[in-house]
Structures are given as C-alpha cells and as structure tokens.
C-alpha cells in the first residue's frame, strides 16, 4: 500500500540510488534486468534495515528517450518488484503540467509513493509560473510530489524563498536540490520547515557532506553509486548521521578512483552546453554506470546508438574504469 504524503515526507532519509535503465542490444527496455537491479537494491536495503529510498524513470534513466509507455512499464516494474519493502520515487517530469499530471497520475495509480518532477523544460517559467505549475501538479494526486531543482537540464533554478512557499503546499513534501552553491544550501535549511518538506542533495555523495552541516537539514542524497556500489555511500550518510564529518570524508576517499575517472573521461569530450562549467552536470555518468554494473553482474546493458546523443565508453576507458573499481574494492 503506498505512503500518505506525509508518511513519504518522514521516510525520506538515506541514500536514494536514481536507477539505470537497461537496455537490450535492439534497444528494447531490458525488463529482466530491471526486475535483477532492483532486487539489488531492495536486498541491500532489508539487510540491516538501512535508510534507502529507490528512485526511478528520472534522468539516470534516461526518461527522455522513453516513450510514454515504456516510462510507464519502467515504474510500473519497479513498483511491483518493490512490493513496498522501501519507499519508490518515480520521475514524472514531461515539458508541461497537462503530461506531467498524466504521468504523476499514473504513478498514483500504479502505487509509487512520490512523484518527481523536475522544473519545466524548454519554455522557462516566472517565479509565479513555477509556483502555479507545481500547484496545479500537486493538486492533481494525493501521493508526495518532490520537486527536481535541478538548472542543468530545465536552464531554471528554484531559490530558497520560492522553494519555501512551495513547500507550504500540502502534497509538496520533498526536493530534490540540485543547487550549485553551499549559499543555496544555507538559504533553504534557514528557511525550510523540515515538518513540511524534506531536502535531498542531488548532486550526490560529495555535496550531501556539504550541504548536510547546515543543521543535517539535508536528510539524505541521491546515490548514482547506489545502482552497484551502496555500501560505499552507505558509508558516508552513516558518517554523517554520527556527526562524524571525519569519517565521510574518509569514506568519501574511497569512492575517489571513481570520481577522477569520471572527471577524465568527461574532459575528453568538450561541452557545447552554453551554461557555465560549474552549473553542467557530467556528461558520461549514466554510461559510466551501465558498465560498471555489467563488471559487478548486474544489468547494464550494451550501449546502442539509439541512446545519442548519449555517448558508450571506449575499450581503453572500459579498461579503465575496470581498475578504479578494482582499486576501489568492488569487483
């Protein structure tokens, strides 16, 4: 049975692993292999009763190159692979309110516990019309509605005094934050009842520290590791809800191979993006991602051109990436 929005609110804390979508070498959604991750998860979740919360159907998983009906089945799978055993966030973002509400419909329907929505894509919205789209979203389900302040792929970024008069709206109970700026992060925790929305670091392992020591009103993050290596965030939300930011930072070491990989393997392909560097999200993650769950036993899935203007790995870098986790103890 899904949560209440309220009940959603309280459970959202942990590490939130955004899923991969795999695919098959036709460029079918890969069902099986969905049903394989999720269960991953779900089992490193009940081993231990961690603080875990599953993400699907958002960016990681490639929702844009979906059709309608395949974002559905992805939810759909997951929801029912879940069985409720931890809390499903599914991705309902579409470019305006009347497909987006389709969606967050469907998502109610097929019981997630929360919808999220990034900010409106290709038109940019005023202040008041942000504020009205997501009314008008919201006010469409009964389910949580987590807003997506994410400026890297909608060219918009929600400030701290908006995002606390969203947060007044009843259903809108959490937000997936994006921000580039520890002000931003300050701003929101300064301003944000945590009885009515709970903030969760987008940007992932490395930010959440960050955004955490304002008074841990950051309550979790989203875990693109999660997909094949939870333990390894595990450990730094564990650090952190310790109080102990020593500790997250020497978790946070060991994720390092990983993350210089990553930084290399961006730097070889130059952004034509017309946003600043330091507001661009890395390009090459969700590929990055797909092999390494394939190097783990999971389900990645071969890269098909189908997926451009998504790039594959080359076989040096497939190499490569096989040593930053050797070095990082995964495989």
């Not at 919360?53 to 979906?66: P, R």
């Not at 990553?262 to 070889?268: D, F, G, I, K, L």
Request: with cysteine; hydrophobic share 40%.
């Amino acid at each position: 049975m899904k949560m209440t929005a309220e009940e959603f609110r309280n459970s959202l804390k942990g590490i939130v692993p955004v899923q991969i979508c795999p695919y098959t070498k036709e460029g079918e959604v890969d069902i099986e292999g969905l049903r394989d991750n999720t269960k991953f998860i779900v089992d490193f979740a009940k081993d231990g009763n961690k603080d875990v919360v599953l993400m699907t159907n958002g960016s990681t998983t490639e929702f844009y190159a979906n059709s309608i009906e395949e974002q559905k089945k992805v939810i759909k799978t997951v929801v029912e692979t879940v069985g409720g055993a931890i809390p499903v966030i599914a991705g309902v973002s579409q470019a305006a309110a009347r497909r987006t509400i389709e969606m967050a419909k469907y998502a109610e329907e097929i019981g997630a516990d929360c919808a999220m929505a990034t900010l409106p894509f290709y038109h940019h919205a005023s202040r008041e019309g942000m504020y009205q789209y997501y009314k008008t979203v919201a006010d469409a389900v009964n389910i949580g509605i987590m807003i997506y302040n994410n400026p890297d792929v909608s060219g918009t970024l929600i400030p701290p005094e908006l995002l606390a008069k969203l947060s007044k709206i009843d259903n809108i109970v959490a937000c997936k934050d994006n921000a580039p700026t520890a002000a931003a992060y300050f701003g929101k925790a300064l301003l944000i009842d945590s009885k009515d929305m709970t903030l969760i670091n987008g940007l992932g392992d490395i930010e959440y520290v960050a955004s955490a020591a304002y008074g841990l009103k950051y309550r979790g993050f989203v875990a693109g590791l999660g997909n094949f290596a939870p333990a390894l965030s595990y450990a730094v939300y564990e650090a952190v809800e310790e109080g102990d930011f020593n500790k997250a930072y020497e978790a946070l070491k060991k994720q390092s191979p990983l993350w210089r990989f990553m930084a290399e393997a961006c730097s070889t392909r130059e952004s034509i993006s017309v946003f600043p560097e330091w507001l661009r999200a890395p390009t090459m993650f969700t590929s990055i991602f797909k092999y390494a769950m394939d190097l783990v036993g999971l389900r990645g899935g071969p890269y098909n051109p189908g997926q451009l203007p998504m790039e594959g790995l080359t076989d040096e870098e497939k190499q490569e990436l096989k040593g930053a986790l050797k070095e990082m103890g995964v495989i």
